[in-house]
């Protein structure tokens, strides 16, 4: 089937021209002298791509561009006069193929014609395709994770692989901007052609221009030869500028014009060369913020952020973390030669997604690392990502739900207040019913720790703690709530009632030291407590966490570290 081409532009000779090339190249073309025309023909005729000159006699070709954007997938490309870029990058953000500048070079329009000739094969293909198309199917086995907020993220990527328009890709360090960037390459009309990655921080200033545009033998001390640049290098194909506002401002100035004319100049060189390259830049930096402080040139800022992708933080995708960390233990084991694939283990897992990941996926494969090094056997514990102690309440709901669907096989914890024993004394009687009041005279802080246990159906305490106050002198009367609030202090850190004793506590040393050390004494002092709950509430792991203030699976984590059993205490 032949190619056809819509061609809109007041000059005739140019249109004479560019429907002369479009002929040899086999294209057959209509061509349009204004904006009425052009919608005309559009109208009534089915075109493959549309080329069309900015300035026209009955109006602009950018509403020409936002009519076809909106109405199809049609590749449509500007055409444009010196001085005109910020016309040319408005319209590539209105949803414009490519642009080429006047005066004409046939050689660059070729090149523009056969990139939209790839474009319109890859949408046959992919409309011909009876499930996944291979684009698909290359995005979900290289951008890992499925969460709510990679579905936009990965349509967004298949639409810019079709445009040739510069992208800017924004986010926080070790979020995948370089995975993107490549993908975008990889799924564009560019992909036979070369991916050149540079970081732009990484290259001394006084080297910069030569890295970037090569240098000509003898055109400074050391160089004993010709060179290739960086943009010769990626000549039909892609440039990848990372971390691009590391560039001094020296060479910002440089890079302007070779994204806007096209042509690059080597060191030494005596006349520019054109290049065919489409740039994609990234930083982990506020570019905008660089711009009004005077450390980034408006004018690059507004080439090169033609259109913005940001990239989400790990913590915006917990998700996705069991899936990431699966294919990455996958690579691990296969760059490592492994005789058995490691794998996480459901706590470890767990403690993965309840992780504050700083430096996102990079982190997350760096901590895998880490514990498959660390890990004896081709399971990973939680001891082996060697990860801090969160606390209870930064517990996202989720793994709360999760937990008490656990813990179902345990006796409920409910209307424990009903065993107390109402045939007391009436002198008992009104001691514990103050002991209850002051109880529930708990500081808000209490309060909000208290109400953020899962486990927690009321306010009320166990009878053990009820019967303990009713047999206390006056100082010992609110032991109950002071109780409850040291006991909290395990998992919560609310720094409160410190000057208060705990019942069950070893008595402090009078001016000394700890002979074995502080952590030494912490941990007794910890485990005497957990022994003395699960003794009250009968060994009852579920009540035992309730009534410590923390949940079933931090108590049993703790018992284990502890080394803490029932059998032990038969």
């Known amino acids: 089937m032949t190619t056809t081409a819509l061609v809109v532009d007041d000059e005739?000779?140019?249109?004479?021209?560019?429907?002369?090339?479009?002929?040899?190249?086999?294209?057959?073309?209509?061509?349009?002298?204004?904006?009425?025309?052009?919608?005309?023909?559009?109208?009534?005729?089915?075109?493959?791509?549309?080329?069309?000159?900015?300035?026209?006699?009955?109006?602009s070709g950018l509403e020409l561009v936002k009519e076809i954007s909106n109405s199809s997938n049609i590749p449509i490309a500007v055409i444009t006069a010196h001085g005109s870029m910020d016309l040319a990058i408005e319209a590539l953000k209105l949803g414009a193929f490519d642009f080429v500048n006047k005066p004409l070079e046939l050689p660059r329009l070729r090149q523009l014609v056969e990139n939209a000739i790839k474009v319109i094969h890859q949408d046959n293909e992919v409309q011909a395709a009876p499930e996944c198309s291979p684009e698909q199917k290359m995005l979900d086995s290289r951008l890992i994770g499925n969460s709510a907020v990679m579905h936009p993220l990965k349509n967004t990527i298949l639409k810019l692989a079709r445009s040739q328009a510069p992208v800017f890709l924004s986010g926080a360090s070790g979020t995948g901007k370089e995975v993107v960037a490549r993908l975008i390459h990889d799924l564009s009309p560019r992909r036979d052609g070369s991916f050149v990655p540079v970081n732009c921080g990484a290259i001394p200033s006084e080297l910069m221009e030569s890295e970037f545009f090569g240098h000509k033998k003898g055109s400074f001390t050391g160089a004993v030869a010709d060179k290739q640049g960086l943009f010769q290098q990626a000549n039909g194909g892609t440039l990848f500028l990372d971390e691009v506002a590391d560039l001094p401002l020296a060479m910002q100035v440089k890079l302007l014009r070779a994204i806007q004319e096209k042509t690059v100049r080597a060191i030494g060189d005596t006349k520019e060369v054109p290049v065919d390259i489409r740039i994609l830049s990234a930083t982990h930096k506020d570019l905008s913020q660089l711009v009004q402080d005077g450390a980034f040139r408006q004018d690059l800022y507004y080439r090169i952020n033609v259109i913005e992708l940001k990239l989400p933080t790990l913590n915006a995708r917990r998700d996705d973390i069991p899936v990431l960390a699966d294919h990455f233990l996958a690579m691990i084991s296969n760059d490592w030669q492994l005789e058995s694939p490691p794998s996480l283990t459901m706590e470890a897992c767990e403690r993965l997604q309840r992780h504050d990941f700083a430096g996102n996926v990079r982190e997350l494969r760096n901590l895998l690392e880490r514990a498959v090094t660390l890990a004896e056997t081709s399971y990973i514990d939680v001891s082996h990502l060697g990860l801090p102690d969160i606390e209870p309440e930064l517990v996202n709901t989720q793994e709360q739900n999760h937990s008490s669907a656990i813990d179902s096989s345990e006796p409920p914890a409910r209307n424990v207040e009903n065993q107390i024993d109402v045939q007391s004394t009436a002198q008992s009687t009104k001691d514990g019913e103050q002991a209850i009041q002051s109880s529930n005279m708990a500081t808000p802080v209490e309060q909000r720790v208290t109400n953020l246990h899962p486990y927690r159906t009321n306010n009320n305490h166990y009878p053990s703690m009820v019967q303990h106050s009713s047999t206390s002198n006056d100082s010992s009367s609110t032991n109950v709530a002071s109780t409850h609030d040291k006991e909290s202090l395990l998992d919560s850190n609310v720094q409160q009632g410190t000057s208060k004793d705990i019942s069950g506590l070893s008595e402090l040393f009078d001016g000394q030291l700890p002979p074995q050390g502080l952590e030494h004494y912490l941990q007794e002092q910890e485990k005497q407590l957990i022994i003395t709950a699960l003794k009250q509430t009968g060994w009852n792991k579920t009540q035992a966490a309730e009534l410590l203030g923390t949940t079933f699976r931090s108590l049993r984590y703790r018992m284990k570290k502890l080394e803490i059993s029932e059998d032990a205490f038969d």
């Open 12 to 59: 005739v000779d140019l249109c004479r021209l560019m429907q002369i090339t479009l002929t040899k190249m086999g294209i057959k073309s209509d061509v349009a002298y204004t904006l009425s025309q052009a919608r005309t023909f559009w109208q009534d005729n089915d075109y493959d791509f549309c080329l069309t000159d900015l300035k026209l006699p009955d109006g």
